[in-house]
């Protein structure tokens, strides 16, 4: 259920890539590994990144709470981890993409993570919580509907 209390850009905000978040970057000591799609959740893959971040927002979700979301800053793209079996409900949207079952997403280790795959909101040590599917693929056509086509990137 979305959480009506917090800042509505906290997730916008989150996409910034600073020289402290560089620094940490090129201090950490942990590295990245694939991981397979499918089983213990599905991903969609959103270009821009600042489209998803955007979308987080308007679902109101608490950025605090453990909903798995990964960044890839070289390539602008956003990862929200969704229920297994559920991600191609988003994979018709321009400029998103579904990563079920025979697909692999390579994530951090440990630490900050790299450019490349960084943890914006890790999983939390309990039960997954993941992103609502259908909610996410809503947002997502309410604001491509706002702006003009691009080719598929994501």
């Known amino acids: 259920m979305p959480n009506t209390n917090h800042h509505r850009d906290i997730w916008a905000s989150m996409g910034t ?23 213990q959740w599905d991903v969609v893959a959103i270009y821009p990144l600042e489209r998803g971040l955007e979308a987080l927002d308007r679902l109101q979700l ?16 956003l990862y929200v981890m969704v229920a297994p079996g559920t991600g191609a409900q988003a994979a018709a949207l321009p400029d998103v993409r579904a990563l079920a079952a025979g697909h692999q997403l390579l ?26 599917t259908g909610q996410l693929v809503t947002v997502l056509r ?7 086509e691009q080719a598929a990137r994501a």
């Open 17 to 39: 890539v600073d020289d402290l978040l560089r620094s940490r970057w090129a201090r950490s000591t942990s590295g990245t590994c694939w991981i397979q799609c499918g089983a």
């Open 62 to 77: 608490d950025a605090g709470a453990g909903y798995p979301v990964l960044a890839d800053h070289l390539s602008s793209k």
């Open 107 to 132: 994530v951090p280790t440990g630490g900050h993570g790299s450019a490349a795959a960084h943890w914006l909101s890790p999983p939390g040590p309990g039960p997954e919580l993941l992103v609502h």
């Open 142 to 148: 309410e604001s491509g509907a706002a702006r003009p």
